[in-house]
């Protein structure tokens, strides 16, 4: 009998398999028969794991909102294991969610055809506000937090500035999303960092007591 491991990579193996479809043919493309020989199984297999398309969709936009989250937590790990300022660790974790490389633009492909869907899905509209939630929590812990070590006025409400910068960062994701190549996607995607400099700047306009010697 298989192991839970097994199991869960198969599982894992099947998303993979619709974000690839997704990514490259959109998300009219993806069925169970193409899924399965994506993932090089068997229909029956895939249905094994997932009696419909719309639970195989769902579980792949759990898999894509961890996988972002994932690497969100490892730029706040490095950002205490190297004692970076808060506005530093602000800066890496926004630069996750915009599609500056090819591995970030595919996975910004199928979270919007994701986030199309769930117009009309109650089950993926879940998880799409609910990262959009998390991510506005986690801006807003970082700028109580900046309140604290004084990197951000005491006087600064914590959601109002993570509304700003949420929106900030999502407007240039998109930005960047819609101009992928070419003279003008060079121009901004040039934009992006000073951008996010310049936001982040207004937020946290102090120095970090914390790490000072």
């Known amino acids: 009998m298989p192991r839970t491991a097994d199991h869960e990579q198969r599982r894992r193996q099947i998303a993979d398999a619709v974000s690839r479809l997704i990514a490259e043919h959109g998300l009219d493309a993806v069925t169970v028969a193409r899924t399965a020989t994506a993932a090089g199984m068997s229909v029956g297999l895939v249905q094994h794991y997932f009696r419909t398309k719309d639970e195989m969709l769902l579980h792949a936009f759990r898999e894509v909102s961890a996988r972002i989250r994932a690497r969100v937590d490892e730029r706040i790990k490095e950002g205490v294991t190297h004692k970076q300022p808060l506005s530093q660790v602000m800066a890496d974790v926004m630069t996750e969610?915009?599609?500056?490389?090819?591995?970030?633009?595919?996975?910004?492909?199928?979270?919007?055809?994701?986030?199309?869907?769930?117009?009309?899905?109650?089950?993926?509209?879940?998880?799409?506000?609910?990262?959009?939630?998390?991510?506005?929590?986690?801006?807003?812990?970082?700028?109580?937090?900046?309140?604290?070590?004084?990197?951000?006025?005491?006087?600064?409400?914590?959601?109002?500035?993570?509304?700003?910068?949420?929106?900030?960062?999502?407007?240039?994701?998109?930005?960047v999303y819609r101009e992928p190549e070419g003279h003008v996607g060079e121009c901004v995607t040039r934009f992006v960092g000073p951008l996010l400099d310049a936001e982040i700047a207004v937020v946290f306009t102090g120095e970090c007591r914390q790490y000072a010697t």
Not at 141 to 149: D, F, I, L, S, W
Not at 154 to 164: C, K
Request: hydrophobic residues 45%.
């Open 97 to 175: 969610y915009i599609p500056l490389d090819e591995a970030r633009r595919a996975e910004y492909r199928v979270a919007r055809a994701f986030a199309g869907r769930s117009l009309d899905s109650p089950a993926l509209a879940e998880v799409d506000t609910g990262s959009a939630r998390q991510l506005r929590e986690d801006i807003a812990r970082a700028v109580h937090n900046g309140k604290e070590c004084g990197e951000v006025d005491e006087r600064l409400d914590p959601l109002s500035a993570a509304v700003r910068l949420a929106a900030v960062m999502e407007g240039l994701a998109l930005q």
